[in-house]
């Protein structure tokens, strides 16, 4: 079992910045699956936001990417990072972190571990 927690949610004005930590614990094997992060707005889907694979690579929804990076603290590989820069409103969501050993990519369907998530709101 693997045990996620978000933190770093709240509220921000359009253009401004948050970043989110995800804290994993539990099965040590953890450190070698892919770590992703979703999000969920009122009404629509879940999505995949950014993810860093098993392998090292990295990957971002299209309209993200130069504005949000995701990384991992590598010291202690417990800690799964998104800094969000030049937030817009319509990325007002839930973004929740996940993982698992057969994640890979932006397929949620492989991620098992999941976290509770974090209210990201952005509006003036």
């Known amino acids: 079992q693997v045990q996620l927690v978000e933190s770093g949610g709240g509220s921000v004005q359009p253009g401004g910045s948050l970043r989110l930590s995800c804290a994993a614990s539990?099965?040590?094997?953890?450190?070698?699956?892919?770590m992703g992060w979703f999000r969920q707005a009122p009404g629509k889907e879940r999505e995949g936001v950014a993810v860093?694979?098993?392998?090292?690579?990295?990957?971002y929804e299209d309209s993200l990417k130069g504005r949000f990076t995701i990384s991992k603290d590598n010291a202690t590989k417990n800690i799964l990072y998104l800094q969000m820069n030049s937030l817009k409103p319509e990325e007002t969501a839930m973004y929740y972190c996940a993982t698992g050993p057969r994640a890979y990519g932006f397929s949620m369907d492989d991620y098992n571990y999941w976290g509770q998530g974090t209210q990201v709101t952005v509006s003036s």
């Open positions: 539990g099965d040590s094997y953890r450190t070698h699956y892919s």
């Open positions: 860093i694979n098993v392998d090292g690579s990295t990957g």
